[in-house]
């Protein structure tokens, strides 16, 4: 048979028997991948073969076709990232990337920088306390959307190309178009999100930079709502999908950190969700 050897992140693990677990890992050349760990139930590894995990496996391969299960023969675990499971708001900030990661990956892709960008995700929501949550998970949806090429167009409006920093009035989001309307074009528009200028001018800034801001951004509660209701509405018409974890994270949010949040600067350099964290 042949064999893959690759770094890996676990997106899901269920017990298939009393002794064995079947598992979606994440790979970066090989995309999501299925395997069967036989056994893994009595050994050492498997308090730390869970959800998040990112490991190193060594993968055999059946030759039959249709066949894409394969059989977990080595497995060497680099984190389980228990810092995560510290707090609720963390957890379910990193069960949004997996929900993301699943929805998005495709089995026998690979795709490099959406594996080191969840990788670095979790690197820092480890490491990052729970008042940091909020920004990390933001930068992630942005970075996200860069990534995949998906990020609105924040320039200008869609439909009479009139810059965004020149509107007096909010424009309106239309995530079906992938950009904003100024208020004249968007009139006659129905069941679109108003947005501020002030907070496309932030946006604009942050997508600029590949690891966060390197001086501190102060956010609103209001352009922290707007920007959230951007990002995630543009990701789940990318996904074709409602995602289910931000119906539960952002009341959170909003509860928790009504006073908004700051992005980057030197004490705030763990809440870089695409560039902070470990490598």
Known sequence: MPHLETPAIVLSCVDYSETSQIAHLLTPGEGKIRVIAK?????RSFATFDLFTHCEVVVLRKTNPGDELGI????????SFPGIRRGIEPLLAALLGIEIAVASA???????????????????????????????VLLYLLHFLRTAGL??????????????????????????????LCGSCAE????????????LSILKSLVKTTRGPDHSVRLPPASLREMETILLTTVEAALDRRLRIPRVLLPRFRRSTGHGAILGGPDAGKTTAAGGGKP
């Open 151 to 180: 990020l609105p167009r924040f320039e200008a409006c869609l439909s009479c190309d009139r810059p965004s920093e020149d509107s007096r009035s909010p424009l309106v989001f239309v995530a079906h178009e992938g950009g904003f």
């Open 106 to 136: 495709q089995e026998g892709h690979a795709d490099h920088e959406a594996f080191a960008l969840l990788l670095e995700y979790l690197h820092t929501l480890d490491d990052s306390s729970s008042r940091q949550v909020r920004p990390v």
């Open 39 to 43: 056994g893994i139930r009595r050994g």
């Open 72 to 79: 977990l023969v080595e497995l060497a675990v680099h984190s």
């Open 188 to 199: 006659t528009t129905t069941g679109v999100e108003p947005v501020r200028p002030a907070t």
